[in-house]
């Protein structure tokens, strides 16, 4: 069974521009999380999506959003990039109550 | 309100000796705990899970953690460290039947000597 998979793995962009991240989660799993992992604050829910409903969400600006589509792939974006907002993104997927499988993140950097 | 603060920020041992993680949390509700691990440049690994069955969780490579309420405490131990478990360790929680929304500790970073 293919694990969780996020793309693009590397990604550089300019402070204002906006970036899309794409997450596809285990077969079977419908819930979908995100997290943003930095140096300064660690790892920081940003928020989850369950047959394609946010149910819950972190304490992040507006610029992050997400969706998730009826297949439960989901894609975050965030809008006019500032420089903190260089980290790890990691996708999570669970099946109801279990616990949460990791994709290998994609690092963006904002210059 | 649901916290978990991990009391070392590292931690070094020697090949061959054991390891103690050590994991405080605080949860109005009835928990679910987690240790994850992180290889340098790697997603996170579930080592182990407590969601109120046994108190003591054993995981995998030889890592177990005990649940104790009294001490609001999930340490992580393994009685003999190996140079491939150098990595980035994160005591989680999150509210009982609810693995969408994890909060994570600060990790703790375990060096292993040869």
């Known amino acids: 069974k293919a694990g969780v998979t996020q793309t693009p793995r590397y990604l550089i962009k300019t402070r204002g521009q906006q970036v899309t991240l794409s997450c596809s989660p285990i077969?079977?799993?419908?819930?979908v999380s995100w997290y943003q992992q930095t140096p300064g604050q660690g790892l920081q829910f940003l928020f989850e999506?369950?047959?394609?409903?946010?149910?819950n969400k972190g304490n992040f600006p507006g610029r992050f959003s997400g969706r998730q589509f009826s297949n439960s792939r989901s894609e975050m974006n965030v809008s006019t990039l500032e420089l903190g907002d260089s980290a790890l993104y990691l996708c999570?997927?669970?099946?109801?109550?279990?616990?949460?499988?990791f994709g290998q993140g994609t690092r963006l950097t904002v210059v | 309100a649901q916290s978990v603060t991990q009391l070392d920020s590292h931690v070094s041992v020697s090949e061959g000796t054991p390891v103690l993680l050590r994991c405080n949390y605080s949860?109005?509700?009835?928990?679910?705990l987690f240790w994850y691990v992180q290889h340098p440049n790697k997603g996170l690994q579930l080592l182990l899970k407590?969601?109120?069955?046994?108190?003591l969780v054993k995981g995998i490579n030889g890592f177990e953690a005990e649940f104790k309420k009294s001490e609001t405490s999930f340490h992580l131990t393994k009685p003999s460290a190996h140079m491939s478990d150098a990595a980035e360790y994160f005591c989680?929680?999150?509210?009982?039947?609810?693995?969408?929304?994890?909060?994570f500790g600060k990790g703790t970073k375990l060096s292993v000597k040869p």
């Open positions: 077969s079977g799993h419908r819930s």
């Open positions: 999506y369950f047959s394609e409903t946010q149910r």
């Open positions: 989680v929680v999150s509210e009982r039947g609810s693995q969408g929304n994890l909060i």
């Open positions: 999570a997927s669970s099946l109801g109550d279990r616990e949460a499988f």
């Open positions: 949860s109005s509700y009835s928990p679910s």
């Open positions: 407590y969601t109120s069955a046994a108190t």
